[in-house]
């Protein structure tokens, strides 16, 4: 409805029903702000290789996304985890979660409560955990970076950020990567309440 009829029917209201007009405004906003916004986009932190000496393989790779999570309503929301989902299950498990702050990375426990306060954006960094298979095609990818882990006594490499990841094994990342989401369950007092879901897009 047209802001300037609002504001000629209000003026034409009794004092008892521009009272109840002003809650009906203020809960219909609550309402509205009630769906909190997770706003998934690329991040510039490094892609991590995970390597098993013993086998001579990559066994997991770690891929980074940052996750904006902004409470438009009136209330602060508490949960306590940010879930990173993989599709197919097998293709993944966990993540580590951290907290951005100017830049610098802060881990967080993804089974403590964290608090996002009326108004407040929050920005994380979620760190993927890909599980890698041991076929020669899949390896053969990665010789370059095991023979630098081998040759230093590494286990863990950065190589590179997503973008240039996805460039250069784009095959593997569609794969790896590819219907995806991340959700976050809000608590409703003592019981969980509602879920929010958004896919990833790299």
Not at 33 to 42: G, L, N, Q, T, W
Not at 67 to 88: A, C, E, G, M
Not at 173 to 188: C, G, H, M, R, V
Request: with cysteine.
């Amino acid at each position: 409805m047209d802001i300037n009829i609002l504001l000629k029917q209000y003026l034409l209201m009794s004092k008892r029903n521009k009272l109840i007009f002003s809650f009906s405004i203020v809960f219909m906003m609550s309402c509205n702000s009630s769906k909190e916004v997770i706003k998934v986009s690329d991040t510039n932190h490094p892609v991590i290789l995970r390597l098993n000496k013993k086998y001579r393989r990559i066994f997991r790779i770690n891929l980074p996304i940052e996750v904006t999570l902004n409470n438009n309503s009136f209330r602060k929301k508490i949960f306590i985890n940010i879930d990173y989902s993989y599709h197919p299950y097998r293709e993944g498990v966990g993540e580590d979660i951290y907290v951005l702050d100017k830049e610098k990375l802060i881990k967080l426990k993804n089974n403590k409560t964290k608090i996002l306060e009326s108004s407040e954006t929050t920005n994380y960094v979620i760190y993927s955990w890909y599980r890698l298979d041991s076929t020669k095609v899949t390896q053969d990818q990665f010789k370059s970076y095991i023979e630098k882990m081998l040759s230093e006594n590494k286990d863990t490499l950065h190589i590179g950020t997503v973008t240039e990841f996805k460039q250069k094994h784009a095959e593997l990342f569609e794969k790896l990567t590819k219907n995806d989401s991340i959700s976050i369950q809000f608590l409703d007092g003592k019981k969980l309440g509602e879920r929010i879901t958004v896919p990833v897009e790299w």
